[in-house]
């Protein structure tokens, strides 16, 4: 195992997983971990990481929408800043990893690098809020960092009435401000995120991190399917227009499409009316939830399907209606950036690197508008997140954390 300052990695991966028992102790829910957006246990986290910086020889301070950074200061500095970051908040009931290893690991990158001096400041920043848990409005910390902070969020209420604006003045922020420190593009160098894969990708292939190529862009439809009611007794099945018959074929075909394409679309939700035993179903509604690393082919898969769910409407003398109820575009992951990633893998891990897309939204999403963004994802038991059983190993979190030093190292 490799020593940086005296210290193993092993060690440092044991500091990491420490320290995210303490995160995982500043919660509004004993016995579980909630930390959400500008409360109490928002604070008492960010102190905690506030220390862990300084420790590392950070210079600290919060941002407009209460963002905690920390800043590796460069004694002459010729190039754009480069930022490393993850999210502190979390989901109601979440696992101990989800983010925060991401925060802590960037730290532990620079404790291990104290020694070492870079053209550039690099700064480790947590964001405050990335899964909208409080106000249902996700990647606030990043969307402030980025220069995309709406004002109209200030607006947006809590589930106890409480806006933004107000929780952001209780909290010792001024709303006035929120997004107004934004970080501009040529002032950057890049993002660099570590975070744990959310799916099960790494453990089927043995594998204790990968590279990701970007960040999947999704549509959501709602769709409707309307035949003719009738009674189940004396209508033969030949002569009815049955919604759900229809429904079922579509569905069917929506996951061969998918499967063929190289894509993932989801039936999530499907209704049948009337919903009686003995009546025909005149009638269905259902979701769509299509997702795909390219844009393109995002763009004309969906377009594809849902043509051909209208032929099998039509063959069955129904009527199919959708409408697009959602969208985020695909975010590639920067090609250098990704082959940067790959190349400390192949050397950390002596194996062939595994590229693999995201499918789970993350900072870099709002990152990628201001900056260049590369990922890298480590193994986590089961693909298990937004859970208790969020799980990582010690040994996966000293090689990440081994990559993410390597990463740094490779900008000199
Ligand atoms: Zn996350």
């Known amino acids: 195992m490799a020593t940086m300052n005296g210290i193993t990695m092993e060690d440092r991966a044991k500091r990491l997983m420490e320290q995210a028992d303490v995160l995982g102790s500043f919660t509004e829910t004993p016995g579980q971990v909630t930390r959400a957006y500008l409360t109490p246990e928002h604070r008492l986290a960010h102190d905690q990481l506030a220390v862990w910086m300084q420790q590392a020889g950070l210079e600290t301070w919060q941002d407009s929408v209460g963002n905690q950074w920390g ?24 696992g101990k990893y989800d983010g925060n290893l991401g925060v802590i690991m960037a730290i532990e990158a620079l404790a291990a690098l104290s020694e070492q001096e ?22 606030i910390g990043s969307s402030g960092v980025a220069g995309c902070f709406n004002p109209a969020w ?5 589930a106890d009435g409480i806006s933004m604006a107000e929780a952001m003045r209780t909290f010792g922020l001024d709303p006035e401000q929120a997004g107004r420190d934004a970080r501009r593009a040529e002032e950057t160098l890049a993002y660099l995120e570590a975070h744990i894969e959310q799916g099960p990708v790494l453990e089927a292939e043995d594998l204790a991190v990968g590279v990701v190529t970007g960040i999947a862009g999704a549509k959501r439809f709602e769709c409707g399917v309307k035949g003719m009611a009738g009674h189940a007794g004396t209508v033969p099945v030949n002569l009815r227009n049955d919604a759900l018959c229809g429904t079922a074929e579509m569905i069917t075909y ?6 063929d394409k190289g894509i993932v679309a989801t039936v999530g939700k499907c209704e049948v009316l009337p919903g009686a035993v003995n009546v025909i179903p005149g009638e269905t509604r259902f979701t769509i939830d299509i997702r795909s690393l390219s844009q393109d082919t995002l763009e004309a898969c969906t377009t594809q399907l849902l ?6 409407a039509d063959k069955r003398g129904l009527k199919f209606s959708s409408q697009n109820i959602y969208q985020a575009a695909a975010v590639p992951c920067h090609e250098s950036l990704q082959q940067k990633w790959a190349s400390v893998v192949e050397t950390v891990t002596q194996t062939k690197p595994r590229f693999l897309p ?4 993350h900072d870099a999403l709002a990152m990628a508008t201001m900056t260049d963004v590369g990922m890298l994802f480590i193994r986590c038991e089961k693909g298990i997140s937004h859970n208790p059983r969020e ?7 000293a090689v990440g954390l081994h990559c993410f030093i390597e990463m740094l190292k490779s900008f000199v």
């Open 307 to 312: 043509a051909l769910l209208n032929k099998i």
């Open 391 to 397: 799980q990582v190993t010690p040994s996966d979190v």
């Open 118 to 139: 870079f053209p550039f400041h690099i700064d480790v920043v947590a964001f405050a809020d990335e899964e909208g848990t409080r106000f249902n409005t996700t990647l």
């Open 71 to 94: 800043r590796k200061v460069s004694l002459n500095p010729t190039q754009p800043t480069l930022i490393l970051g993850s999210h502190s908040d979390t989901v109601r009931n979440a």
């Open 358 to 361: 995201s499918g789970a939204g």
């Open 154 to 158: 200030l607006d947006v209420k809590d």
């Open 254 to 259: 929506i996951e061969k499409f998918a499967a």
